[in-house]
Antibody, heavy 128, light 108 residues
């Protein structure tokens, strides 16, 4: 059973760079997209971006200018860097695997996605 | 539109049925996935696709979709089902994944 374990610095000052890493245990690293999601205190979930084994990345346009997601296939891990943080970036950050499949509905094929499993979450606080 | 709208809160009597809805234009194109989140815990996948429930999730959780609305139904709600529930789907631009605003479910 695949498990994700994440770690990284939990306290940052404004303008610093957030760096988190997520290791994939017990499963294949390939053929999936590996994502980051965050949740500000008391608020909902926000998808940050993802990376495929091939190196292909997709980012949330609202964060794209500050986000880099990278991977190290030899170590089965992927990382998140978010530059120039502010208090608005204070959140619990989660890593997760995005899964994808296709369903035949009538005569049309519909792709669907789901996030599972998730890492345990890392609270990152930005304070001056 | 890249928004998924959920009711902020619903309540259900123990053992009764509750339906949580998620509305958005992208749901006409993509199936939703549903996540349960309890305080201090990571989200947990409870339903996805047309009719898929992860191993270990009780069969009282079911999902459906019609037009621009996806629904998660808990049939015979239990005390341990009290949590926040989020829907998720790809947005119509295909550029990002969007979560609903979340629904807090209270079991009375």
């Amino acid at each position: 059973q695949v498990q994700l374990q994440q770690w990284g610095a939990g306290l940052l000052k404004p303008s610093e760079t957030l760096s988190l890493t997520c290791t994939v245990h017990g499963g294949s690293f390939s053929a999936y997209y590996w994502s980051w999601v965050r949740q500000p205190p008391g608020k909902g979930l926000e998808w940050i971006g993802e990376i495929h084994q091939s190196g292909t990345t997709n980012y949330n346009p609202s964060l794209e200018s500050r986000v880099t997601i990278s991977l190290d296939t030899s170590k089965n891990l992927f990382s998140l860097n978010l530059t120039s943080v502010t208090a608005a970036d204070t959140a619990v950050y989660y890593c997760a695997r995005r899964n994808s499949d296709i369903a035949l509905v009538g005569t049309a094929f519909i792709r669907y996605n789901w996030f599972d499993p998730w890492g345990q979450g890392t609270l990152v606080t930005v304070f001056s | 539109s890249s928004e998924l709208t959920q009711d902020p809160a619903v309540s259900v009597a123990l053992g009764q049925t509750v339906r949580i809805t998620c509305q958005g234009d992208s749901l006409r194109t993509y199936y939703a996935s549903w996540y349960q989140q309890k305080p201090g815990q990571a989200p947990l996948l409870v339903f996805y696709g047309k009719n898929s429930r992860p191993s270990g999730i009780p069969d009282r959780f079911s999902g459906s979709s019609s037009g621009n609305t996806a629904s998660l139904t808990i049939t015979g709600a239990q005390a341990e089902d009290e949590a926040d529930y989020y829907c998720n789907s790809r947005d119509n631009s295909g550029k990002l994944y969007v979560f609903g605003s979340g629904t807090q479910v209270t079991v009375l």
